[in-house]
């Protein structure tokens, strides 16, 4: 339990798992948490970790990867720093050149960087922080890919960070929604188009999970609990199980698997909330 008063499923974060990912080399964006708990990102990173692959942690803040560096070191695994804006064209191919360079090949790619964007509708939303959201949310997607695929055929498997925004309406910014959505098509279009050189493209969409991003908009325990009882599950999501969707659609478990979105919500994508609908008895034939 936590201070909400809702069961949250975590796990610990040492020890290793399995080796199932010894040799590989994973890079994952937004691999920090904006403080000191456990990011989707953050989570990522460490899981892969523990399955023993060498991550590369990439983020344009380095001080958000310190904690991510430590948990990485405590599993006696040397994780790689890179502090990069993921969105900007010549940094992500001096980025991929520089790990291939350092390690020679890139296995996994875990695009999870994404920011919230402005509130607001179509109406009133302002243009240049819909660029900007749109940017953050899709384009660092596709320019990691553009420059890390080429190393990757043969075999590889990419994971993209959706949302359940992207799958339903209802989010306050209707760029993140967009942003989401569009990422939704862009893994099917991926996983159409390199699964013949063995390149697997799939995407998590998180529900209402609680993050150091959530906190920064001023999450309290009240409303920490409303998110958890959205959901038929009724308890709060972590990083770690966004973390371990990843690691299942990174690892050779899902070999057989691309161009999917797998919800992790808690079951929020497949409830109608009953408190809206009108209420049916049924009085039987
Ligand atoms: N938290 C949720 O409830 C939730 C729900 C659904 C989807 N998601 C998605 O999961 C992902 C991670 O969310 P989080 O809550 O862990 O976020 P977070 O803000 O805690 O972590 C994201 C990290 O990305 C970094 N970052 C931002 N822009 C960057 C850029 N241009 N280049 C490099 N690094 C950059 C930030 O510095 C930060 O350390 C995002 O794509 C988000 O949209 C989150």
Known sequence: MNPTGVTVHSESERGMLDDRLSGKVAVI????????????????AVRLARSGAHVVLVDNVGANLEGTVQMC?????????????VADDSTCRSLAADVLEQHGRVDILVNNVGV?????????????AWRTCLRVNIDSVLLLSRYLIPAMAGSGAIVNMA?????????????????????????????????????????????????????????????RRLRAEAAPLRTEGTGWDVAEEVRYLAGP???WTTGIVLPVDAGLTSAIDPGRAPTVTAKGN
């Open 29 to 44: 964006s937004g691999a920090g948490s904006r403080g000191p708990g456990i990011g989707i990102g953050r989570a990522c």
């Open 73 to 85: 070191a405590s599993l006696g695994v040397n994780a790689s720093v890179v502090v990069a804006d």
């Open 253 to 255: 478990e899902s070999r």
């Open 116 to 128: 919230t964007g402005p509130a607001g509708s179509v109406v009133d939303i302002d243009l240049d």
């Open 163 to 223: 949302s359940v925004a992207g799958l339903r309406g209802g989010h306050p910014s209707v760029a993140y929604s967009a942003s989401k959505g569009a990422l939704l098509s862009l893994t099917q279009a991926m996983a159409a188009m390199h699964g013949p050189d063995g390149i697997r493209v799939n995407a998590v969409a998180p529900g209402l999970v609680h993050t150091p991003m959530m906190d920064a908009q001023g999450l309290d325990a009240h409303v």
